[in-house]
């Protein structure tokens, strides 16, 4: 799979605002009252435990926006799995530059690479079937599309980004419609042509109700996988499935192999651990 990495003027905003919150009014103190202004170093980033690495040119950008003259010099891909102690990437260049970006660059490193290895251990857990493995909206604030990056470099798939690019009715949007019929009636007379509508359904009867009238997809919440079976054969092709609650890497091959499309989970944004990656002299 092809990963386009995110175009800076994405990118920049974030990692400003991370660099500004650490340095606040009076910058670097520690780096500042140790280091020499004309010292320079060699460090290398390496993983500390297994995974899939993401946010690569975010770390460089981190050093590159404290000192041009740093240079991070990367020896894998975003999307790469990695072993303990494997080196991931080499920087050089002004000391104080480095040990002041190194917090901001190993944060956004370690946690976005955190998300792509929960990410390809679902992946790794559903091989052999025709499920993709896709993230929600449970994402941090002000990092949803470092995030969904992550999981694309963990080998999943996004959801929709936001509430603008696609209609998705949940179960309080039916409660105020009244039905899954009234809801996509009112969601088809009010978007435009290109606007995908998916709905959540509990139950086979709601499932019916919204294949009658016909939908883009369809999401099948907290379905055991012999009543996910059931609705994927009823749906027939007819919409996407989408199977959502409770997944885990344990779970996810009983899920996938009832036929559904999708495994949407959201604790592989707001729940994934950190992986631990460090950044040593050399």
Same mark, same amino acid.
């Given at each position: 799979m092809f990963l386009s990495p995110l175009p800076r003027v994405i990118v920049e905003p974030a990692v400003r605002a991370t660099l500004l919150e650490d340095l606040g009014l009076a910058g670097d103190v520690t780096s500042a009252a140790v280091i020499p202004a004309d010292h320079r170093s060699r460090f290398v980033m390496a993983a500390r435990k297994p995974g899939v690495i993401a946010g690569l040119d975010i770390a460089k950008l981190a050093f590159e926006l404290i000192d041009p003259a &740093? %240079?991070? %010099?990367m020896h894998i891909a975003d999307g790469a799995r990695v072993a303990p102690g494997e080196i991931i990437a080499t920087i050089e260049g002004p000391s104080r530059g480095l040990l002041t970006g190194e917090? %901001?660059? @190993?944060?956004? @490193?370690?946690h976005l690479s955190g998300i792509a290895t929960v990410t390809a251990d679902i992946v790794d857990a559903v091989a052999g079937t025709k499920a993709a493995v896709v993230c929600t909206r449970k994402t941090t604030p002000g990092l949803r599309a470092f995030e969904k990056y992550a999981v694309r470099a963990g080998g999943g798939m996004n959801h929709r980004f936001a509430l603008y690019d696609a209609? !998705? &009715?949940?179960?309080n949007h039916i409660a105020v419609a009244g039905s899954v019929a009234e809801a996509i009636r009112r969601a088809k007379a009010n978007v435009g042509h290109m606007v995908k509508i998916e709905v959540e359904v509990d139950t086979l009867d709601q499932l019916a109700e919204a294949m009658e009238i016909g939908v883009d997809a369809v999401l099948l919440d907290n379905m055991s996988p012999a009543l996910l079976l059931q609705a994927v054969e009823f749906v027939a092709g007819r919409a996407i499935t989408e199977a959502s609650g409770g997944i885990t890497p344990e779970t996810a091959a009983a899920i996938a192999a009832s036929g559904v499309d !999708? !495994?949407?989970i959201g604790w592989i944004t707001h729940s994934a651990p950190c992986l631990d &990656?460090? @950044?040593d002299e050399t």
């Open positions: &740093i %240079t991070m %010099t917090r %901001t660059a @190993l944060n956004f @490193l370690g209609v !998705l &009715i949940k179960d !999708l !495994l949407s &990656i460090g @950044l």
